[in-house]
Every structure is written in structure tokens, then in C-alpha cells.
């Protein structure tokens, strides 16, 4: 599988970067407030779809810019072809592809490719998690003298919510948080131990397949059922060191 996904990644990584920095103004338009697409999510969706296509014609995708294209098995590729499309056009370099496989209810394999940050991610339930072709350890415990999370809050969650989440953190919690704009980027620390979990707040099934199965595999516990969340589903959730998750659970609450 890996033997497709890598590559696969870091053509679209390439072809990405062919677009950083070079965007015109009429080449970005806005899904919503603070939502921006651009001609490079859409060419990059485009490479990624064709080679799944070419490999596993059998499988489903589900790309966040194209929607969902059916198949025949159990599986169904999610991609998102720039993950932190707004850094992007401002010239940030937290973004990354990503490529993650759902099969029977489950994340079960995913890549995640930083090519701004020189950075890949990949691995799953069947595959030792790698950071740039090598192994990474397990996640080690959890220190709550120096505690830290990543959140991403997005605009499916109301104002007060968000303001609620972070208010929780910082008083009840005693944990610092810090938002990059980019869940990708935001689980890779995660695996790389930079934070000690993640507080998702209205993201999509594309903003964390690929990191997700690779988070398990290193020994993250999470608050998400997906056996009970539905592919289109806006997601709540906390992930992480199982003693961080613990302590700050409720923050996981599924969205109403």
C-alpha cells in the first residue's frame, strides 16, 4: 500500500509547492468566512484521485473538494489535498497533504505529506508509524506539570463555544494550547510528542483520517466512536495521551 501512498504524496506535495507563492488573486475564492480554496487544492485533489483510481479502482474516495466518487468495496481513500489551505495562500508553510484510508467503520492507514516542512508522516493499524522513513517510538506519558495541546475550532462550533473550549483549557484544565491552523500539522506534533493531544471542535473526516490511525498505532486514546460517526459528520473530539484524554474528556462531547 505504502509503496503507492509515498509517492503518490509526494508528487501531489510537488505539484503543490509548484503553486506556493505564486497564486494570483483570481486563482484563491472562499468556500465560506476564512474558508479559501484555491486552483492548487483542486489540481492536487485531481492528481491524488487519478493515481487512487489507477491503483485501488475498487475503493471509494472522498475528497474534501470533490466529494464523494463510490466504489465497490469497503474502503473509502479521504483526502485532503492542502490541509491549512489559509496558511498556504498567506505564505505560512503549515499545510500538507493528506491521504487517509477508512475500511469497515475505521481510519485503519494514512500519509501525511509537509513537503514546506519536509515532513512525512505514515502508518496505521498494519503499518509501524514512521516519521520520514523512520520508526517513531510510542507516545510517552504524560506529564501534567507540562501539559500543552493543539485545537483546532472551527466555525461549525458557535462563538461562545469555542470561547468556552479555550476558557476550560486554560482555568479548569491547567493546559496551554496552541492553534497552527492546520489539523494536519497539528496531529503531526502529536505523534512527534511536541503536544500531548489534540481538541477537535467542528473539523471534517478529511482533516484527520491519515493522522488518526497512525496516532493508535503509537498509543493514543481518543473520545471519538467511529463506528458511530458518520463519514459528512462535523467532529468533537479529544485525542491523545490516554491521561490527558481522560483529564480533559468532556471537551469531547459530541456536537449537537
Not at 486552483?39 to 492528481?47: C, G, H, P, Q
Not at 493528506?98 to 494514512?110: M, R, T
Request: glycine share 12%; with cysteine.
Amino acid at each position: 500500500m505504502f509503496d503507492v501512498l509515498t509517492p503518490l504524496a509526494h508528487a501531489a506535495g510537488d505539484l503543490a509547492l509548484s503553486h506556493f507563492g505564486n497564486l494570483s488573486q483570481a486563482a484563491i475564492s472562499a468556500k465560506g468566512p476564512l474558508d479559501l480554496v484555491t486552483e492548487a487544492d483542486r489540481a492536487v485533489e485531481a492528481l491524488i484521485v487519478a493515481g487512487l483510481r489507477a491503483a485501488f479502482p475498487q475503493d471509494g474516495i472522498l475528497g474534501e473538494e470533490g466529494g464523494m466518487l463510490p466504489g465497490t468495496s469497503d474502503r473509502i481513500w479521504v483526502i485532503d489535498p492542502i490541509d491549512g489551505t489559509f496558511n498556504f495562500v498567506r505564505g505560512g508553510r503549515q499545510w500538507a497533504v493528506s491521504i487517509g484510508l477508512w475500511q469497515a467503520g475505521v481510519p485503519v492507514a494514512g500519509i501525511i505529506h509537509a513537503p514546506a516542512l519536509g515532513l512525512t508522516l505514515a502508518g496505521g493499524a498494519d503499518h509501524a508509524p514512521t516519521l520520514n522513513g523512520r520508526v517513531l517510538p510510542p507516545l510517552t506519558t504524560y506529564q501534567p506539570d507540562r501539559a500543552v495541546v493543539g485545537v483546532a475550532l472551527g466555525r461549525a462550533m458557535p462563538v461562545a463555544g469555542r470561547i468556552g473550549t479555550l476558557r476550560y483549557l486554560a482555568g479548569d484544565a491547567g493546559v496551554l494550547f496552541r492553534c497552527c491552523n492546520a489539523s494536519t500539522i497539528a496531529l503531526l506534533e502529536l505523534a512527534t510528542g511536541e503536544v500531548d493531544g489534540h481538541v477537535g471542535c467542528g473539523e471534517s473526516a478529511w482533516d484527520v483520517m491519515a493522522a488518526w490511525p497512525i496516532l493508535l498505532a503509537l498509543g493514543a486514546t481518543s473520545t471519538l466512536d467511529w463506528h458511530q460517526t458518520p463519514l459528512d459528520a462535523k467532529l468533537r473530539y479529544v485525542i491523545g495521551k490516554p491521561a490527558l484524554v481522560e483529564a480533559i474528556a468532556s471537551l469531547g462531547a459530541p456536537m449537537v
